[in-house]
């Protein structure tokens, strides 16, 4: 598209060069407005717009059909650069009405009773006309659209629609025409992408981590590490506020599961089939990279956890309730209701990461 447009604006700067001295005289001027006019071409070239238009205006009424078509053309173009696209539609127009009034009005009939079935031929200029129009059309839709009426947006969307489908039916070269509706759409589905809505869910998810808690020998004082692995299922649900580019919210689940004891060391110690209690809720915040249903980012949990341990006779545990804090890698991909998630980090004072792969199914 920027390889359309800069193509479409070396186009214009190449027709303003090339408007023959016989276009400017072809209604009867003197010397003062063809010094202007070539001057008003030269400030063009320049990328002078506002003074190209002021050199213009100083000999010639710029919205009289009096005035030679390449200067009105001239005027127009130059409006569409200092973005006065309302103006330059006015000039447009009035270029139609004055040189291809009949031919334009053979051709919009055509179309409003048969669409684009068997459309009259057209000069190329009334082609460059309509295809200025349009794309003014749709630079005002975008630049204005919260000042607009609903009325006049479906206007500007109808009309130029109606003039790039001529134009698609015709042998018009320049075809940078053919975004102006893409554009139109666009706009208008980020438009709804961008309004936030909220909704509440449930999950489930298999959950995975080891942590790290300490037995003591009263009788010497010897610490030692004990490993605790848990695996087991986790319950819960959340609440998000989400667009096509973003998602916010909570989430949590509980895990009533179980976990195996031992250590490392000339302690011996062993446990299987511990219960086990874990809470884990927090923020989650999601960026949609495709503007669509995978989205990735960060997971800031807390975390609850506590074991049923055996305390063997003459020995202390300690650390068999936790409460700590984490960072988690989050990614979620949605499916209609359903949706598929992960979340892999690092808990404070767990001995492993924690990894948990789940679904979730919105209310």
Known sequence: MVLKSSLTSLLMTLVILLISSQE???????????????????????????????????????????TPKG?????AYSYEKIEEYSTAIKIYYLLIKTYYKSKN????????????????????????????????????????????????????????RMYVEILGESEYEDDSYDTVTERFEKHDKYLVDVVYHSGWFLSTSYI?????????????????????????????????YENAFWEYGINGCFSPATMNVDTDSSVTYQQSGVGSTTLIVGPSFLWKPKSGDVSIGFHIPFIYNTGDYTVPTGYTISDDTLLTYGYFLETNWKLSNWGLFTKFGKASQFKSSLWMVGINLGL
């Open 24 to 66: 400017i005289g072809a209604k009867s001027i003197g010397h003062e407005e063809k010094l202007a006019f070539k001057k008003a071409k030269q400030l063009y070239k320049d990328q002078l717009y506002r003074q190209s238009i002021e050199m213009l205006s100083s000999q010639f009424q710029l919205h009289s059909s009096e």
């Open 71 to 75: 200067a009105l053309t001239l005027a």
């Open 105 to 160: 009005s053979e051709i919009i009939q055509s179309y409003k009773a048969s669409g684009t079935d068997d459309l009259p031929e057209a000069p190329n200029k009334l082609y460059l006309y309509y295809h200025r129009i349009a794309e003014s059309m749709v630079q005002i839709y975008l630049r204005d659209y919260e000042k607009l009426s609903e009325k006049d947006r479906q206007a500007l969307r109808a009309k130029a």
């Open 208 to 240: 995975s981590y080891r942590n790290e808690l300490s037995i003591q020998r009263e009788s010497d004082g010897l610490v030692v590490p004990i490993n605790s692995t848990v695996d087991g299922l986790c319950i819960g649900g959340g609440w998000r």
